[in-house]
Structure formats: C-alpha cells, structure tokens
C-alpha cells in the first residue's frame, strides 16, 4: 500500500507502508522533506508533526497525553495534528494522505 506525504506548497511524496513502523519512520526513510524526526520517535521534539486528512482521523486513533502536551506548544496546530512518530502504520492505511505544515518547509 502507499501513504502519501503533501508538503505546505503541494508536493507530493509517495511512500511504500511497512506494516508496523512508524509514520514518522517511513518519512524518514524514504527522505521526506519536513520530518526529520530529531528525537527518534520519543514525542518530544515536534519535528514529525502532520495533518491527518479527517477521513483517515478514525484509523489513526487518538493522540496521547504525551503527545498531547508536544502539539500544545505547536503554534500552527490544527484540529487533525498528529506527531507521526506516535502513529504505527498498517496497510489499511493504503491511500492515506496527510499534509505536512507550513513551518515544516
Ligand atoms: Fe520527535 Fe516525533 S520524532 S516527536
């Protein structure tokens, strides 16, 4: 399956799902432009944050309180915000796109 990353100005980057690792990971691994993930996926750096489209918001579940407390300090924080390192990827997730914001760039 494919999950594919929009950066702020409309780019597209197709990805390949490995079941079971991180969004953050698979950014990271295919050399998305705006994740760089600097805390390795601990949720304490808000370098991976995402916009979840809301038709996908279901199949990511919920934010964490951790990672809650990550995304309050976030300034452009949207409703669908999500750091990706806290969302494990699976291929149900085929087709998802999620948007990557404007401080990312
Ligand atoms: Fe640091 Fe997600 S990689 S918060």
Same mark, same amino acid.
């Given at each position: 399956g494919k999950i594919t990353f929009v950066s702020y @100005? *409309?780019?597209e980057?197709? !990805?390949?799902?490995?079941?079971g690792q991180s969004l953050m990971q698979i950014a !990271?691994?295919? *050399?998305?432009? *705006? $994740?760089d993930g600097d805390c390795g996926g601990e949720c304490a750096c808000g370098t991976c944050h995402v916009i979840v489209g809301s038709e996908w918001v279901s199949l990511t579940g919920k934010q964490g309180d951790?990672? @809650?407390?990550? %995304?309050? %300090?976030?300034?452009?924080?949207?409703? !669908? &915000?999500? %750091? &990706?390192?806290? $969302?494990t990827v699976s291929e149900e997730m085929d087709g998802m796109t999620v948007h990557l914001p404007e401080f990312q760039m």
């Open positions: @100005e *409309g780019e980057h197709e !990805t390949a799902i490995v079941d !990271t691994s295919n *050399g998305v432009t *705006g $994740i951790d990672e @809650e407390e990550m %995304l309050d %300090l976030t300034p452009e924080r949207q409703s !669908t &915000s999500r %750091l &990706s390192c806290q $969302i």
